[in-house]
C-alpha cells in the first residue's frame, strides 16, 4: 500500500485499506464521472499489490477487446511469449486464472478492471464470464477485485444491482464526487499554485472540483488567465471537451444533450413535466433513464420541494458544462483576452450568480457547520411554488428545515465586494418569508442567512432581517 500524499479522499481510502486488510476477498465498485480521479485513486494507492490491470477500449469491438486483455496479461506475468488472445470471455478469465495461481499466496493481491462498461460489450457474455469466475474461484482467494466505471448509471444498473451471477457479489462500493472547495485549494497549493479564495471559486465555477480540469491551471496567471487559457485558447482543454464528454459516458447521447440544454436554459431548475415541454421527450422509461444516468454521473442534481413527497426540481450542477453552453457554445471570438472582456458583461453577472448558488448546495455540509447546527438534524431542499396570472412565483434555492423547530431560509449572493442591502432587497426577501409562511403554514421559526463572497455592509436592513451572514472562508 502506497505512502502517496492524497489530496482529501479520506472515506475512499479508508475504504481500499479495509480491503486490503481483510482475510476475504474482496469486490470494490469504485463509481463517478469521467476525469474526477477514480484511475489515479486505484493505481496510487494500490501501486505495489496490483497484479493484474486492464482498460476497456472505448467503442472497441469484442475481438480487439480481448486482444488487449492478453497484451497485459503478457506484461504483468513478465512473459518473452507472445499469448495468443483468448476467443472469448470465459477463456480470458481462465487465463487470469491460471496466471493469479502462478503467484506467491502469502500476500493480497489487487486485480484492476478500468472502465468495465467498454468491456461489456452488445453480446459479448462479458458479465456472465466475470461473474463465473469470481464465483468459481476468486471469491474464495486471498485478493481485491476492484471494478470501475465512469457510467455511473450503468455500473449501478448492470453490476452494482445485477439479478445474475453477480447479485450481492459487492462488498465495498465508492461513489467519487469531485474535490470540494477545501480540497481544492489544497490541490492547488499542492503544486505550488497560490490564489485566494475568491479566484478559487472563479476557477471551481467554471471547472468545478475535477482533478484533471484543474491540472490544466498555470502558476503566475489570475483566475481569469487560466479560465481565457483553458477553455478559450485554440489548444485549450476545454474548448470543446463538451461535445465529446456525454458522447463518452452514454450511447446515443442526443437525448442527454437535450436535457442538459434545457437545463442551462432555467435558472431555477425545471419539474420532469417542464424537462418534457422544453426537449419534446416523450414521458417514459427513455426519459427516466436519462435523468437517472445525469444524475448518478453528477452532471444534474435532483432536488426534493419542501413539504412535497413527490416531484423534483432538476438543476444543472456541472460547472463546466454550464459555463460551456453560456459562454463557447456557438459562439466565434477573437482575441487573447476573451474572457477577460466576457466576464465584465451582464451575462457573466447573470451566470455566476447562478453558478455561486450551485456551489453552495454542494456545500451544505460546511454551511450547516458554519451556522453551529452540523449536530442537529436536518433535511436541507428547495421551495418552488409556480406562479399564476393571479400571483407571483416563489423560489428559494435553499432551506435547512431544523429539527430543533426551526427553519433557514438562504439567499446567496457572488457579489465582488461586500454586499449593500437596499430598502427594496430587503422589502422582497421579507415578502418571500412572509409568503413562504403563509404557503407552508409551518409554526417553526423561519430566519434569513445571507452567503455572499465578502459579506454584509451592515445597515438598518440587513441588520433587521439577517439572522446570519456567511462568506467564502465559511464554505472552504
Known amino acids: ?173 465508492i461513489f467519487l464526487q469531485p474535490f470540494t472547495l477545501s480540497e481544492m485549494e489544497a490541490y492547488l497549493k499542492s503544486r505550488n499554485l497560490r490564489f485566494n479564495r475568491y479566484q478559487i471559486v472563479q476557477l471551481y465555477m467554471t471547472l468545478g472540483g475535477i482533478p484533471h480540469y484543474l491540472k490544466e491551471v498555470k502558476k503566475g496567471k489570475s483566475a481569469i488567465q487560466n479560465i481565457n487559457d483553458i477553455c478559450f485558447s485554440r489548444n485549450g482543454l476545454l474548448r470543446d471537451e463538451f461535445l465529446r464528454l456525454y458522447p463518452s459516458l452514454f450511447p446515443n447521447a442526443e437525448k442527454h444533450f437535450k436535457v442538459i440544454r434545457a437545463l442551462a436554459a432555467k435558472r431555477e431548475g425545471l419539474t420532469r413535466q417542464e424537462i418534457i415541454k422544453q426537449t419534446k421527450l416523450t414521458d417514459g422509461g427513455g426519459l427516466t433513464a436519462v435523468l437517472d444516468e445525469l444524475s448518478h454521473s453528477g452532471f444534474i442534481t435532483p432536488y426534493r420541494s419542501f413539504q412535497q413527497k413527490k416531484g423534483k426540481i432538476y438543476r444543472l450542477t456541472d460547472e463546466y458544462s454550464l459555463f460551456y453552453l453560456k459562454f463557447i457554445e456557438g459562439k466565434e471570438m477573437e482575441g487573447d483576452a476573451i474572457w477577460q472582456h466576457l466576464s465584465q458583461t451582464q451575462t457573466y453577472k447573470t451566470w455566476a450568480g447562478y453558478a455561486f448558488e450551485n456551489i453552495c448546495l454542494k456545500h451544505v455540509p460546511q454551511i450547516k457547520k458554519a451556522l453551529s447546527i452540523a449536530g442537529i438534524y436536518s433535511l436541507s431542499s428547495t421551495f418552488y411554488r409556480k406562479g399564476t396570472a393571479q400571483e407571483k412565483g416563489l423560489q428559494i434555492d435553499l432551506l435547512i428545515d431544523r429539527n430543533d423547530h426551526a427553519i433557514n431560509l438562504v439567499e446567496i449572493k457572488f457579489y465582488n465586494k461586500a454586499f449593500t442591502m437596499t430598502k427594496a432587497y430587503a422589502e422582497d426577501l421579507r415578502q418571500k418569508m412572509w409568503r413562504f409562511e403563509e404557503i407552508t403554514k409551518t409554526k417553526k421559526q423561519v430566519s434569513w442567512v445571507f452567503i455572499s463572497a465578502h459579506g454584509l455592509k451592515e445597515n438598518e436592513h440587513s441588520l433587521d432581517l439577517v439572522d446570519k451572514e456567511l462568506v467564502l472562508d465559511d464554505l472552504f
Not at 36 to 54: M, P
Not at 133 to 153: E, M, P, R, T
Request: hydrophobic residues 40%; positive net charge.
Open 1 to 173: 500500500m502506497t505512502s502517496t500524499t492524497f489530496i482529501g479522499r479520506t472515506a475512499e481510502k479508508e475504504i481500499l485499506k479495509d480491503a486490503l486488510r481483510s482475510k476475504e476477498a474482496e469486490m470494490v465498485a469504485v463509481m463517478g464521472r469521467r476525469r474526477v480521479g477514480k484511475t489515479f485513486l486505484i493505481n496510487t494507492f494500490y501501486q505495489k499489490e496490483i497484479a493484474f490491470s486492464v482498460t476497456g477500449i472505448q467503442d472497441g469491438a469484442l475481438d480487439d477487446q480481448l486482444e488487449r486483455f492478453a497484451k497485459k496479461l503478457m506484461e504483468y506475468s513478465e512473459t518473452k511469449i507472445k499469448l495468443p488472445a483468448p476467443t472469448t470471455w470465459f477463456h480470458a478469465f481462465d487465463m487470469l486464472q491460471q496466471y493469479l495461481e502462478s503467484l506467491p499466496q502469502d500476500k493480497k493481491r489487487v486485480i484492476f478492471i478500468d472502465e468495465l462498461p467498454w468491456l461489456a460489450t452488445h453480446k459479448s457474455k462479458f458479465l456472465q464470464a466475470f461473474g463465473h469466475f469470481w464465483n468459481d474461484w476468486a471469491c474464495q482467494q486471498n485478493l481485491v477485485l476492484v471494478i470501475c466505471g465512469s457510467a455511473a448509471s450503468w455500473m449501478i444498473q448492470k453490476v452494482v444491482n445485477n439479478t445474475g451471477g453477480l447479485y450481492n457479489r459487492i462488498t465495498k462500493r
